[in-house]
């Protein structure tokens, strides 16, 4: 059981992203992504900014997801009866779950949200807009409202910073 709801937001991220990782569809040879490879970047990038949308950008229990899947990594706590196919899918996950965790730190390090509200409110109104996009991408014919709705919520921070 996980004690934390962020540490569950995030092993919630991974489980999802493990799993579209492995999924190359059916247009896509059915080998295993690369560690390093485009699609797993794409993945992993979504995911970091959905725990960023989870956790408000809060930096702190950003860095708590990081460091307990680092040490989860690390521990390696398997059963015994765990296989060596198991023990690989273990280490994936626990990587995985690190460079979501680690990618999600780099944004808002990035965005210079770690202390600045207005950058942690525009970074927070990025990353949803990324992940509506994205979902309304996979809809054929879909209008293009999340992009008016980004601009609204960019406009919004701008009046309640100038006082507006």
């Known amino acids: ?10 092993y919630s991220c991974t489980l999802n992203c493990v799993l579209y990782e492995k999924d190359s ?4 040879a059915a080998s295993e992504p ?24 809060d930096f702190a ?3 708590e997801c990081a460091e307990w ?6 521990q390696g706590d398997l ?16 990587r995985c779950a690190m460079d979501i965790a680690n990618t999600a730190i780099a944004f808002v390090e990035q965005a210079g949200a770690v202390t600045d509200d207005k950058a942690r409110r525009v970074l927070l109104a990025g990353s949803h807009h990324i992940q ?30 100038s006082g507006d």
């Open 1 to 10: 059981m996980i004690a934390h709801p962020h540490l569950a937001t995030l």
């Open 25 to 28: 569809g059916p247009q896509e």
């Open 34 to 57: 690369s560690e390093s490879s485009p699609e797993d970047r794409t993945w992993r990038e979504y995911y970091a900014h959905h725990l960023i949308t989870q956790l408000s950008a």
């Open 61 to 63: 229990q950003l860095t």
């Open 69 to 74: 899947a680092r040490q989860e990594h690390d």
């Open 79 to 94: 059963p015994v009866e765990t296989t060596a196919s198991e023990s690989v899918e273990a280490e994936r996950f626990w």
């Open 132 to 161: 509506i996009s994205n979902a309304v991408a996979a809809v054929p014919g879909a209008p293009s409202q999340p992009a008016v709705d980004f601009v609204d919520e960019l406009n919004r921070v701008e009046r309640e910073e």
